[in-house]
């Protein structure tokens, strides 16, 4: 087994608070249910789980708009509750990653009530990025640049005495004021954030919109149709600008100084993580976020995004491992987020072998076929967990989780469906919380009503229903998770193999004594294909008499190792 860092190979559990556990009844997940469930992550085997925002927050974009980043919203507990979480996590092994959100604040943070009150030119204003309008009344607003939740990214502020004033930046929603990162003072604030829950004993961070922090000079308009892309984000004045990097690497070097300061409990492996949420194409310019000295990983959304088609994603794959080989870094894979339809809806569209899209679904839209997106999701988690590097896996899809695709539009809290006038569905449909039960109100989820309707058929998926249970998703997951790591597959090289039939993945996994320690085949093709010699390791699906069935992953022990 080799000696890198957990961080290049580690798999990370993505927790959404909201939605995972609540212990208080309010409907809502909260802190003292996340660890009262740590347990479940434990046996599963991952190695850290990654929390979504729990901070202060009026939680008009499910916490992603915080007030405060030093303290925990009372929905979720106290600061008290989260030291019970980690402690409760570090004694089960499991590393804590939290998020930290620098591309903007809630408009209820006190900076930004202060930056109202105090009126244009104020350094209270200078924190967030304040323009006059364009035209001659100022009612235009500064540029073009829209929401990534639809409509302008601007909104014009009431001065006090009820005149219209400036406007402000917002990428996201109107709630969410863009802060401005050509003011030292929000480098200092971030910086501190930063200290502050490491000082909680964090071991790392995921940085929300790692590439919107900087805005090209003179925030110039953008060329929307390309915004539409996201294929080249590089040439869009809001994202991915050059001054970014060198935020990255200041906070390389601060999380650098905790290094060793937890050896009691991590031995020599005590390093502090930093993952970029960076939607940037292509994967060059995502790769320079890790070089060296910068972000330790970048989630590889590129590969969420790929068609379920061999030769997609081995090109995916190949692209992916050469960029951020190209740098000396880790490559990060993920499949579902909080963001995105989860892959066992986006894998049973219709059309989930020529594109893949990863908006979410309501009850208008075509119904996806759930048993083909759960088998081809089990494939495809099997590839994924057993591809060189670091893995993420969101809560519940280790029991096989579709999104609720039949929200009725009155329980819909994502900003996006408000704000694109009901033209896009929102995400709501993967945040649905997590059944723990087979009945009762909330499956388990905690005794109140859950803030979303659960679907029917999470009832049947449940970890008690699937828990022993021969071919369940959540077995699958663990055979997977414990292979994994007997054969340390994170720390590997990846080798295609030559005579694969067509429409079959077919690679080799080789350990850095130049061993192979497992082959790799997933089949895309519509029929059967023979399975290679060697012992089988584990499948996601049933194997058909010695063949490999179609939308099926195999791992086997390669003949004669
Ligand atoms: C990130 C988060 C998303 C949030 C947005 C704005 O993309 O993952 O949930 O809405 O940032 O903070």
């Not at 339809?341 to 020529?354: E, K």
Request: hydrophobic share 35%; charged share 25%; net charge negative.
């Amino acid at each position: 087994m080799s000696n890198q860092p957990w961080w290049r190979h580690a798999v990370i559990y993505q927790v959404y608070p909201r939605s995972w556990a609540d212990a208080d009844g309010d409907g809502l997940g909260d802190l003292p249910g996340i660890t009262s469930r740590l347990e479940h992550l434990a046996d599963l085997g991952v190695d850290a789980l990654w929390l979504s925002p729990f901070y202060v927050s009026p939680q008009n974009d499910g916490g992603y708009d915080v007030a405060d980043f030093r303290d925990v919203d009372p929905l979720f507990g106290t600061l008290a509750d989260f030291d019970a979480l980690v402690e409760r996590a570090h004694d089960l092994g499991l590393r804590v990653v939290v998020d930290v959100v620098p591309n903007h604040t809630s408009s209820e943070h006190p900076w930004f009530q202060a930056a109202l009150a105090a009126g244009p030119g104020s350094p209270e204003r200078a924190r967030y990025v304040f323009r006059p309008g364009r035209g001659d009344d100022g009612s235009e607003p500064p540029n073009n640049w829209q929401s990534k939740f639809d409509g302008p990214a601007w909104t014009r502020t009431t001065d006090p005495d009820g005149s219209p004033g400036e406007w402000y930046l917002h990428l996201f929603d109107s709630s969410q004021p863009d802060l401005d990162w050509t003011n030292p003072e929000v480098h200092a604030e971030l910086e501190s954030v930063l200290r502050f829950w490491l000082d909680q004993g964090v071991d790392g961070f995921r940085i929300d919109v790692a590439h919107g922090l900087v805005k090209a000079d003179g925030l110039p308009d953008a060329d929307l149709a390309l915004d539409e892309t996201r294929d080249r984000s590089s040439l869009l004045p809001m994202w991915d600008q050059p001054g970014v990097h060198d935020v990255y690497r200041r906070w390389r070097a601060l999380v650098e100084e905790y290094r060793g300061t937890q050896t009691a409990l991590w031995g020599e492996d005590d390093d502090r993580m930093l993952c970029g949420e960076a939607w940037v194409q292509p994967a060059e310019a995502l790769a320079a976020y890790v070089r060296p000295d910068e972000l330790h990983q970048t989630f590889n959304f590129s590969f969420l995004m790929t068609p379920w088609r061999a030769d997609a994603l081995r090109a995916s794959v190949d692209d992916a491992l050469a960029r951020a080989g190209a740098v000396g870094a880790p490559q990060t894979w993920v499949l579902s987020n909080h963001d995105v339809g989860r892959h066992a809806t986006r894998l049973g569209r219709s059309d989930a072998t020529q594109v893949a899209e990863v908006e979410g679904i309501g009850p208008h839209d075509e119904q996806p076929d759930p048993v083909l997106g759960l088998r081809r999701a089990r494939a495809a988690t099997a590839l994924m967990l057993a591809l060189p590097g670091s893995a993420y896996l969101y809560q519940g899809e280790e029991l096989g989780l579709p999104d609720h695709t039949r929200l009725p539009d009155e329980v819909l809290q994502d900003p996006t469906f408000a704000r694109s006038g009901g033209t896009r569905h929102g995400r709501d449909g993967c945040r649905v919380p997590v059944p723990w039960a087979s009945d009762g109100p909330s499956l388990g989820f905690g005794p109140g009503e859950p803030w979303l309707p659960q679907p029917p058929e999470y009832a049947d998926l449940a970890p008690g229903r699937q828990r022993g249970a021969e071919g369940s998703t959540l077995e699958l997951y663990r055979r997977l998770l414990r292979v994994r790591r007997e054969l340390g597959l994170g720390t590997t090289t990846l080798a295609w193999l030559p005579d694969a039939p067509p429409d079959v993945l077919a690679l080799r996994l080789v350990d850095a004594d130049g061993v192979p320690v497992a082959e790799v085949r997933t089949n895309l093709s519509d029929a059967p294909v023979p399975l290679p010699a060697g012992e089988v390791l584990v499948a996601s699906g049933d194997l058909d008499d010695g063949r490999l069935p179609s939308d099926t992953t195999v791992w086997t022990r390669p003949a004669g190792s």
